[in-house]
Structures are given as C-alpha cells and as structure tokens.
C-alpha cells in the first residue's frame, strides 16, 4: 500500500521532452539483467511468481480478452499504416457442396493483419529512444527484415504470471473515463486499496477505463486507434517500475493518456516505459467480461496467460489472453 | 488403464469408407450438448478440470509449443493453397536513423499466414462429411466470407485445461517413428502405463512422434506439410472418444498417419473426430524441449493454455501453446 | 447515328427482373463465337479495327487512366470484402544507409489489392445469371482456386483497339452529372453527334460522367465505391450491343446509374451485359485530363490499350490503360 | 550498325568495383533532363518516336508478354523476400450456387504479390548508388512508405514506343544461351544486323536469351529468379547509353548475366544503368510468341505498350506489356 513520500506516488511532474530524459534516465533497466537481456521487466517473473499465480485459480473460469479480428476492427488510419484484419477463405463449405472437392472436404483461410491492429502486445523493439532500443540495441537492427534484436520470439513463454485488474472506470463510478482524462499513480493506489488486492513483482496490472466498451456501447470506434483516449498519466513510469510489475495493459488504444501531457513529443510515456525500462505492453484488451466477474466477486487477481504467437523479429503479436479465476 | 476387452483397444479395422461411415455413427456426438452446440469435445473441460490442472503448476516452468512463424516454414505447396506466414515491415529503425520519422521512433509490421500453416488448433468447421459439419450444421454456412458456424472464436476461452505428454518416440526408443508408422490404441495405452499417466476426462493429449525434430535436425521439411508421416491410426477415433478427451495434438502436419490406411478417402481419421466427434485438433506442435523435460522429471502432466486467437469466422487459429509444469 | 426506329434509340423499359430476363434473351450473345469462347464482345475486335485505330496516333500524347493505387483509394467497404490497395515495401533506401545492405543497394515491395479495388476490367466471369456465367459456363467453374472459365488471362492480348471518349458531362454543360442520374441512349447518340465521333464495331466506349473528379475536388470518395452514382440506364445495353462495341468503360465505380432503375435486383444492367452479352466492362477510369485534352483539340477518337495483367482465374485485372492520340 | 572504333562496340573491360565507378562517372545522365527529372532515359520518347511507332502497327496482331501470375512462378527464395502472386477469392460461384449471396451473384477476388516477382518494370528508385540514386536523389526518401522520389507513377504514362527484339538466341542458333553466358556489344549489334534491325533513339530493346523457356520445356523455374543465367554483358550499359534507348527488357531475371563477371558487387551493370543512367528495365519478359512471329515475317520492330500500373511509391510495376505489329 503506498505512503506519502513513496517515491511512486503522485507528483507534479511538468511533461516535456527535458522530463522524458530525467525518467529515461532514472528508470533504466540497461544491462540490469544482463547486456544481452531481451525480455525486460519479464525478468521479474520467476517460477516462483508462476507458481503463486496458479494458486489463483480457484473457481475454473476463464476470460478471454482479445477483440475479434476482422474487419470490425478499430483501425481508422490515424496511425501510421495499419489496416483492419483481412479474413480471406482459401477453400469453403460450398465448393465442396458445388462437388469441386475430392476425398476430403474442406475449409481452409488465411489472415492479413498488422501485428498491433487489435489486441495485441508491445515487444520492446517496437519503439526507439533516439538510436537506440532497450538495453542499448542499435535502432539499426530493426530493418526491413524485421527485428534482429528485442523481436516477441524472446517472450515466447514468458508472458505468464499473476494478473491483476485496476478497474479505474468502476472505482471513479463511471461507465468510462473520458477521453484526456488521467490515471495518476495515487489513482493507481487508490483503486488498488478499494479493491483490497496489492500490486507485487512480476504482476501484469492490467488497466480497464471503460473506453473500448463505450466505443462498442456507440457502435464505432472513432478516433480510438490513434485518437484522444483516457490513460495513465506520464508519472505512472515511476509507480510501474518501483512496482517491478511484468507488464502493463489496457483497454485502449495506446495505454498512456491522449492528448499528451506535453506537445514536445508523441506519447511521451512510451519514450520511456518500453527503450528505458523495458517494460511489456499490452493494448486494445477486451476488460468488459472480466470486470463484471471481479466486481461481483471482489476477487481482482488471476491466473494470466498471454502467450505471443512465435513471430520471429515481429514488434509484438496479436493475441487472446486468458485470465483465469 | 485399459483393459483387455475395452472398446477402444486396439482391434482390427480395415480402413475403408465403410469403416469410416461406421465409426462416424458410432462416434458420433451430434446434439450431445444440445443442437447449437460450437464447441464438442471441449465440454468435457469444466471449472472442475481446469482447477484440478492448475494444480499441476508446480515448477513454475513453462513450456511454448508454437513453432517460428515464418519463411522457414514448413509449407511447400503439397496441400492446398496454404504458404509460409510472410512478415513485413510497416516502420522500421533504419527508417527513424535516417530521420524519416518524427515525435515517436518507431517500428510496425504486419503478417499474411494461411490460419493453419504452422502450429494450429483447427476448428469444427474445418472438416465436412458430405454436406454436413459437426452437430449436423450445413456446409453451406461455410462460404467466401468465412464460418458463420463452427468458427474458432466459439472456443476462445476453451483451450484450457490438462496437458498430457505421450512421447510414443521416447516410449519406442527412437528419435522418430517412421513415416506410415501407425500408432495404436495398445501404443497409446502401453505408453501412458510406462510414463505412470492416466488420460482423464477433458484432457489435452500431446502425441510425439519425433518427426519435427527429424526435420529441423535434417535441416528441411520436405514432405512434413502434407506428405508421408507417422500417425494415430484411424482406430484412436474410438480411443479418444471413450477417453473422452478435450482436445489431441501432435508433432506433424496432421495427426493421423499417412499414407493414411485407405486409399477410399484423404485423411480418414479426419472424417470422423471432426465432423462427427467434434473433437479439437492441434497440429504442428513443437514438443522437444516438452519432452526432454518430462524423460528428466518423470512428469508428463501439466498446465495446459492453448489460447486460439479470437478469429470469428475462422477454420482454426495459429497459437503458441503453453506447457506450464 | 441513331435513326427514329433504331432498336436502340431509347425505349420506355420499366426495369424488374422481368426486363432483365427479355434484355437476357434478346442480347445474349452465348454460342455466337463458338462454344467454348470466353471473351464475348472482343471478338468484334479483328486486325482490322486494330490497324485502323493505330492510325489515330497523330499527336504522340499519351493519357493515362488508371487512378493511384493506394490508401487515398474509394473503398470504404460498401460493397463485398474489399479494401484499397496496400503497398509495403520489403527493402528500402533506408536499410541501405543503415549498412544492412551488402553488395548491392536495393529497395522491393509488395502489392495485396483485390482485384477490383481502383481502376480495373471485369472479366466475364465476375456474374452470374442464376446459375450460368456468359456462354453457358457453369457459376461451379468459379471456386476458390479461382475462376476455370471467362478468368481474365483469355484477353490477355485483347484488350487493344479503337477509343472513344463520350463525354457526357461536358456535353451536359456540367462538371459532373448527379448521383442518380440516367444515360440514356438518346444521350449517348446525341453525345456522339455533338462531338462529331462514330460508334463503330469493337470499339472501347468510355463514358465520362464527371463524378470521380467531383470526389477528387470534393477530397473524399464518400459512398463512390458502392453508392449512388450518375451512369448508363438499363437500355444501354441495347445500345452497346447494336452498336457491336469491344468494351464499356466509366469513370464510375459500375458504369451503370445508382440507386439502379429497380429494386429487384441490385445492378440490372449487370445481369445482362456480363452474362447475357460478355461484354467487356472498364470501371473506375480517370478520364479528366483526356477529356480536356479532347474538348481543346476536338478529336474524341484515340488509340487505347488496356492490357490486363496476365492473372490465370480471376475476375478482372487492376489496370492503367492508355488512350494514345 | 556498328563500325570499328565506336566507343560502344566490345571492349576488352575487367569489371571490378571500380569498373562500375568509371563507367558511373561516364554515363551519368544526372542533370541532363533537369534537377527534377524522375524518369530518366524514357526522355528519350518524344511525341515524334510514338506517332512513327504507331506506323509498325501493320497487321494488327498483338502479343502479351506477361507472364501468369500466380503460385506457378519462378520465385524460389534466392533472392530477398520476394513469395509468388497470392490469387484469393472472396466471392464465388459455388456461393452463389448456395444461395449465399442475394440480388447480386458475382465473383470477386485479390492479389498479392512482389512488385518485382514476375514479368514487371523496375523503376528509377529500385537500385542505390551508395547513398544516392538516379538524379542526385538521396537513398533516404525510399523509406518504409515507399518512393518520395522516383516511383513508377511518374512513367505511368511514358511505356509507349517502338519496341525491337534482338532474338540472341535464334541468332545463335540454339533454344537457350547457358547460365554464364555473356552477349557482348558486338553480339547485339551483329543480331541487330542480321535481323535488319536499327536501334534508335527511344525504343524499348527486347533482348531473348531462350532462358524462360528453356525452364517452362523442362518444368521447373530452378535458380531462374536470383540463380545463374545468361544476359548482357556489363560493356552493354555503354552501347545501350549510346544508342540512347528507352529501355531495356530480357526474357531473364535480372537483364545482366550471372555469374556477374566480377565478384567485388551483385550485379554491377544494375549499380550502373538505374542509379547513373536511369535506364527503365524490363525482366521477365515472356518472349516466345513474339519470337516465332519475327522469325516468320523478319520484323523483328513492333509498337510497344508496357503501361505500369500507377503505384504511387513502388520499385516498379507488374505488367503484361503488349507488342503490337
């Protein structure tokens, strides 16, 4: 539980570029878990934090927290080139029925999809301080061939431990928060106090606004891929990392609060939470499900699976995590 | 453990079409779980399998089963129309060196993969027997804009539960059965008994035949997708039905053994436990480092997290499998 | 020119599906140029009309049609699965600066469009009438493999002749005619007389109705892909077909007016100048720079090529066509 | 025809780095068409080369010169990350056929491919000259997003002119020239000769090896794209500087011949006539129709229209060039 003066707790930070240096600076994770290290804040996960975790499953229920992908999909071309999932049919139900299939009737299909175009984690490649990546890796190795370095194949079956649900929207009493508004770090403690559950080393906290439900509430997702958006305020880098978590998600877009708290830089917080701190992100999580069940039970940690698929040099992976009660 | 006189020890079926029609009567588990049923052989999973496998997280150690998504893959064009995922670039570092980018350094990229080119659940609506799916669904509900029934996304949160290793290799003392090596129900049972496994009810059953682990000691895939490969024989529909297994996996490309045992149909273990069984099938699972570990631990049960990614619409979903012991 | 009496001078035609069946019977060309044909209406287009169209090559000035093939496409997924064209690149100038290049310095990319997502043919096999394409082929020849009769790569050197621009908007005195606004063939008669230009046999009749760069000024496609439109009334396809013309094209989305004359089927003309006729259909043509070139120098008659790309099976090609003056 | 003494008939050059730096410094057309120029040696093509071109065409007969597009290529891996076309369906007859579609029964389809995987142009921004292309151009503006500067749409209009073929092979006097084989100045001017062909200013030069075909007799593409194969010899970008043709296309891979004749850069007449030149090159040129009918009528000078599709930012086009006689 936080006290004051904790140095994670909330304060005045003015964001700017000049600030983003400072925490780049003082929450860097280079060569702390060694020069080759490529997994980050995954090194606070230890059999031990897995084998704590698995006791959480107590009542057999599973929440899957990955958007569909398809077409409906959020992607509206504010940001950079990503496109909506494309499900095409390779073979179908009804060329076998039209007798254009011989000794095995079949379906078979394929998907196009940008890595980060639905629910999907951050590999810690995916963004750049200057020249450099986490741990100190030269830009240069990220190309178009993809990622020589800090590609999500190193994360292939680390992405598993205690998970724990901040339902910031339920704890402020609102459906959603608004678009701008942040999550400051005494938020953070504050809706973890209400909820009677402690954040500890290794923990993917995973953060719901209520933004994503409003977006399926209205029947459009707007400027949710790439627009305004609730969000934690640039400060929580500090409260993450003396936290030690695993990783962090959300039910946005972008975890971090949109517009910006500054105009020096676009998304200020991930300047330092993925190239300083190596810290694993995960975005557009589907909440709705699992806030409901925590809500009515009281019970905000579970067992949570979010194994990437084993892209070799891809800036993350698609995925449906699991969390289970 | 079996017993002399259980149905579904080994007995002498002479593969045929007619052995498939009669199996799939006899298997057959349509309406079992009511007329909508999407999902079969996983509503054998209940909270209670899924406590009791949580309880096999003792080591904290966890195993990923997905194997590299990628050029290096194992398509070459023997079946269908499926290719190697192909991954490309959206952003790259050398993009933001050379001064490209601006207010966020960043990379992005995309992957095109046919849903079962690697390491993949297929869905129920993968398979037909005539013009009918599992539960009696019409192969019409399978056109050019995807499944409309049976699809992936109705097991989103079902590929959870209890793996068991059968390492039939390691049990036959060789690196890797042969290919047109049948295994049988005697096989799998004789193998449980050796490895002091039982298959329970809801279980998740990973076959090893050591043929992965040929080709990539080998050094190319040559007919892994596709062509000759050891396999259950088509007497295992009976096995995994008594069973009453979850879900069966494998180390090939399909499973059953091929040259399958008939030349009436292609792939004839496949015309039953899909479309009449309903039985989740998973394929192309990397199960090496699995394997030793149980041969060192003696321990062939674990966690088991084979979350598909939530593809509505779909014959199946690439995943990474984990292992957790 | 159109006489008082000409079968294709315009008519009273209450369009339903009982128009369409008598326009089918009337106008279907099925058996004309043999059995087994699969080109249709190219068949008017003999050495003949090639050499003499070669003759209107007077000015060296060469127009090209086809619109930009990217992101700022028309789709906005009103019709079909669609979506505009993704180029990305697999090397680039960056990489190479990057000193992850050797020996040779290159950029390569990629394209993944459907095949009639900006400027494009149709080819014969894009409908079908009941359960028949044009020339009795079976709608089962067109599977998932693609198209075994009427795919595209039949004109693959076809698609070459005599052009005429009508210009229906600036004869109009218009810059564009409105959303719903019929062509009809007194129009394109009195269109023609007014330009001083001759519909002859195998001809390539592109009608310009001005709503394409109505979008372009406006800066946004709006519903140009599948919505409303100015274009050829239903009757036209007397017209063309009287008139023996090689192709139709427009600088349309369907060449045909929308909303469509009918509500019992969606695009009547369709139904008939494809399946009944075999018509060649050119779609999406920016016509704007030849048709000031042609109001300036009076001369609405050009050398075109529109040669596909050699696609075996499919429904069409994307394309830049040239009309050479 | 070729006297004695011209600078651009054979001559004894040992091609090395530095080779490719002199003959660089001598052909450099940079500046010549202007500080903006972005299409290079098509400035060759005046109004005038089209309006005599237009009078080849004699007899009406047109060849397509593309080859299929689809899984049937030649890409084999040998080079870069270039896969063969992907033709998808996302509509069909069979759908049609069961009563899956309404109002509308039609076909409809995709493609994806490598701009550079089959018969296609390259344009002026596909080769780097260290850190600059054609023009002066920095390599930097080929970036993830494509070509700022020398893409194919700014030849979308300029494919167009008198097109000659210098049938090597036929001259020779065999099917194929062999993998290694170099065809010299002095060759392409003895061809020419015995063909009664002159070069002239402008013209698109087709240069046949026998090598496509050669491959299609014996079934398998082998090391054809990115693998040893016979082509121009690096003295050539001398001779076609001088003759000042438009562009350059061979029924090969890569135009130049492999193994390149030094081993200090990959394909060194490339690291010449883009980046110094800019040359317009056509590979994969499907040469054999057009050939016979040459050896037949002994006119070996046509019309050409090779239009690129108009790809804002691409390395080239795919195409089906058409030669009209």
Same sequence: chains 1, 2, 3, 4.
């Avoid at 949109?258 to 300047?271: I, M």
Wanted: aromatic share 8%.
């Amino acid at each position: 539980m936080p006290k004051a003066g904790d140095k994670s707790s909330s304060r005045d930070i003015k964001v700017s570029k000049g600030a983003v240096d400072e925490a780049f600076k003082t929450l860097s994770n280079w060569g702390r878990w060694g020069k080759d290290d490529q997994i980050g804040t995954l090194n606070h996960i230890t059999p031990a934090e897995i084998v704590a975790a698995a006791k959480l499953i107590k009542r057999g229920k599973t929440f899957a927290l990955g958007i569909p992908l398809g077409q409906s999909g959020p992607q509206r071309g504010l940001f950079g080139k990503r496109w909506n999932p494309i499900h095409t049919m390779l073979a179908t139900g009804t060329d076998a029925l039209a007798g254009r299939q011989e000794r095995l009737l079949y379906a078979d299909d394929a998907i196009n999809m940008p890595i980060q175009s639905a629910t999907h984690w951050d590999s810690l490649g995916h963004i750049f301080y200057h020249d450099k990546m986490y741990n100190g890796h030269h830009a240069s190795a990220v190309d178009s061939n993809g990622l020589s370095k800090l590609g999500i194949e190193h994360a292939k079956d680390k992405l598993v431990g205690r998970g724990v649900l901040l339902d910031i929207a339920r704890w402020k009493g609102v459906d959603t928060l608004e678009d701008g508004e942040g999550i400051s770090n005494d938020d953070l403690d504050a809706c973890a106090a209400a909820e009677k559950v402690e954040i500890r080393k290794g923990d993917f906290v995973l953060v719901r606004t209520g933004q994503m439900e409003a977006c399926l509430k209205r029947g459009e997702w707007g400027g949710y891929a790439g627009g305004d958006a609730p969000g934690l305020k640039f400060e929580s880098c500090y409260w993450l990392h003396e936290k030690q978590v695993g990783g962090v998600c959300s039910d946005t877009w972008g975890v971090e609060v949109r517009p910006n708290e500054t105009k020096d830089v676009n998304q200020p917080w991930h300047w330092v939470v993925i190239p300083a701190m190596g810290l694993y992100m995960g975005e557009m999580f589907d909440l709705a499900e699992l806030a409901e069940d925590c809500a009515a039970d009281k019970v905000y940690e579970f067992f949570f699976c979010g194994a990437p698929l084993n892209i070799p040099g891809a800036t993350g992976s698609p995925i449906n995590p699991q969390a289970i009660k």
